[in-house]
């Protein structure tokens, strides 16, 4: 994983109860124990964040009967040991020439079920397997989908931080001139914005003009703005290890009625949607209550994407706001709502907001005009 590490914000206590938080979780799953990968959930779980993507094994072992462990390569356990969650833990490195399979296995109930990151590298894996041949593994997402869905106060006030960082990168965007100029060029813009209002990571800057702004996830291209197209802006990363992520739709020059009023439909879906969010309230009520909206005036066939995904330490995670996940809203889930419309060869419109869920209903952490913002 790349980008800043959160570490700073959080201690080796913080570190520690989340890893005992984890294990248990495993526990109640059924779970003999979590094997953690570098990525997400190893940032999320230690604070650590290895500075080279290696085929060197790197595993944290978490276990609900054993003190977590880092099997880490002899080279990196000096970089290791000073992540903010190394006191609450024990590094186990290994030297090349040696077996880190046969060290990791010592660590491991040989029959039992592990769940595995989802990124962890295969040969890795397989090589666990040829091991201890009578274990078997199920990914993290299947297994423990929730394990970070629930944020406490400190991860809320960077969710909102980064949230308002790229709020400031939308008010200044839209002040830039987008005619004549291309799709290309804008997303450039954004990205330096993000940037300037401390993201360390840019993950992505959709910038989709006109007819392309049909293609939900449109790549940025050379196409050059023209007066009167229909733009819909989605840009996000990281800021200190949190994610943002937010989508407005803007329109160069005066619109069309029938573009003034799909942009309405969306606005009102995603209010819908907003509402919707309440603990206790399945994930699918939030999906429902957008949908409905715009399936009732006759475009449901045009949204044609779930209405929202999680967000925490990644910009894209579980829950998400779609049909059949009967899972409820908790406090602390933090997750965007961003019904669509998307009328192909001509435009698309889609307005997002991050929402975490409170004790009574739900809170935005973005706060830009969800009203059409005509642009030059």
């Not at 006191?87 to 592990?114: E, H, N, Q």
């Not at 819909?232 to 005066?254: E, I, M, N, P, Q």
């Amino acid at each position: 994983m790349t980008g800043s590490s959160p570490a700073a914000s959080f201690t080796a206590d913080d570190y520690r109860a989340r890893m005992e938080r984890a294990a248990r979780a495993a526990a109640d799953a059924g779970l003999a124990g979590l094997l953690v990968a570098p990525g997400p959930d190893l940032v999320w779980l230690t604070g650590y964040a290895p500075t080279a993507d290696t085929e060197r094994l790197t595993l944290l072992v978490l276990a609900p009967d054993r003190d977590p462990v880092l099997v880490v390569p002899t080279l990196e356990a000096p970089d290791a040991a000073k992540a903010a969650g190394a006191p609450a833990l024990t590094l186990r490195d290994w030297t090349d020439g040696k077996d880190p399979y046969a060290a990791t296995a010592a660590l491991l109930d040989g029959s039992g079920r592990f769940g595995i990151s989802d990124n962890a590298w295969a040969m890795h894996l397989l090589a666990l397997q040829r091991t201890l041949p009578d274990t078997s593994y199920a990914s993290l997402t299947e297994a423990l989908p929730m394990l970070r869905a629930v944020k406490d106060a400190a991860e809320l006030e960077l969710l909102a931080a980064a949230g308002a960082a790229a709020d400031a990168a939308f008010e200044e965007i839209r002040r830039v001139r987008f005619g004549g100029r291309r799709e290309s060029e804008v997303a450039a813009d954004l990205a330096d914005l993000l940037r300037r209002f401390g993201h360390s990571q840019v993950d992505f800057t959709i910038v989709a003009s006109g007819p392309n702004g049909a293609n939900p996830h449109h790549e940025v291209g050379d196409r050059v703005i023209e007066d009167g197209d229909m733009i819909v802006l989605d840009f996000g990363g990281l800021k200190d290890g949190y994610g943002s992520d937010t989508s407005r739709t803007v329109h160069v020059g005066a619109p069309t009625d029938e573009e003034r009023r799909v942009h309405d439909l969306v606005r009102e879906a995603q209010e819908a949607g907003f509402c919707a969010v309440r603990p206790g309230a399945a994930c699918q009520d939030v999906d429902r209550a957008a949908r409905a909206v715009i399936a009732g005036a006759g475009y449901g066939e045009y949204f044609i994407h779930r209405t929202g995904h999680g967000i925490g330490v990644t910009t894209h995670e579980p829950p998400y706001m779609i049909e059949g996940e009967e899972r409820p809203l908790v406090p602390g889930m933090c997750f965007s709502v961003e019904p669509g419309v998307y009328l192909p060869g001509r435009f698309g419109v889609r307005i997002e907001d991050i929402v975490t869920v409170t004790e009574d209903g739900g809170r935005r952490l973005n706060d830009t005009t969800r009203e059409m913002v005509v642009v030059e």
